[in-house]
């Protein structure tokens, strides 16, 4: 590990970025080195005191599930495969920006083999860590926005299923008006037809009576209302009269 100590290395290595350089020992993954910025983002482990391994550094005390179980699976994987392997985004409450706050945050870790001298198998493995929080929430919105979207085309949905709803209904009413209004033309018709054959019939009789009367044998004479006013009067009656 001459390299370390190097001003290429020192430049590439102390950036804002936090890094761990580890050994290939697993499943300790011993610590080799790690730089400030490692520093400033962890609460839960006191770079004062000697790091044993990267569970120590990180804070992971369970490599069988949860966050640990994430960085194991990284760290063999790009020891075993010799590639670059990027953990799924995690929420650790243990590492946190905010020391103070005790707030959550989301993070993901890139884990990069070195390869020893021999250039056959990773002997050390570089751990770069992003905080990505802010891509996380921006995710979340995004996730949220398309929910509200989802939701407010569902209503819409649903509106529209009313709409046609009561569209239907609609043509079936004004289908029932039609019908009725058909109907009650058709009845109008007949009341027309009825009572022109009624005036028609009475009109007939009238002349019919009045026939009967003029041609009778005998005097008739027909009288209307109180002043027994002549209506009808046959030439028998005129004969009689004289």
Request: without cysteine.
């Amino acid at each position: 590990m001459n390299f370390l100590g190097e001003p290429l290395f020192q430049a590439i290595f102390n950036t804002s970025v936090p890094r761990i350089i580890v050994h290939n020992d697993a499943p300790h993954f011993t610590v080799i080195t790690y730089n400030d910025a490692q520093k400033q983002i962890s609460r839960a482990v006191n770079y004062n005191s000697v790091i044993s391994n990267v569970w120590e550094a990180f804070g992971f005390n369970n490599t069988k599930e949860g966050n640990g179980f994430l960085l194991m699976d990284a760290l063999l994987q790009a020891a075993n495969k010799n590639e670059v392997v990027l953990t799924p985004a995690f929420n650790h409450t243990l590492y946190a920006l905010d020391k103070d706050s005790g707030k959550a945050d989301w993070w993901r870790i890139e884990v990069k083999p070195v390869n020893g001298k021999d250039g056959s198998k990773a002997e050390y493995l570089v751990l770069t860590t992003y905080h990505i929080s802010g891509q996380m929430i921006n995710h979340q919105t995004l996730a949220e926005k398309k929910q509200q979207e989802q939701r407010w085309n569902n209503e819409l949905a649903a509106l529209n299923e009313e709409l046609a709803a009561s569209y239907e209904e609609l043509i079936a009413s004004n289908e029932e008006l039609l019908r009725s209004q058909n109907d009650l033309h058709v009845l109008n018709n007949e009341l027309e037809q009825r009572i022109n054959w009624r005036t028609q019939a009475l009109a007939e009789s009238e002349v019919r009576f009045r026939n009967l009367v003029q041609h009778a044998p005998v005097a008739i004479i027909v009288l209307n209302g109180p002043d027994m006013v002549i209506e009808l009067a046959n030439e028998k009656n005129a004969t009689t009269l004289e």
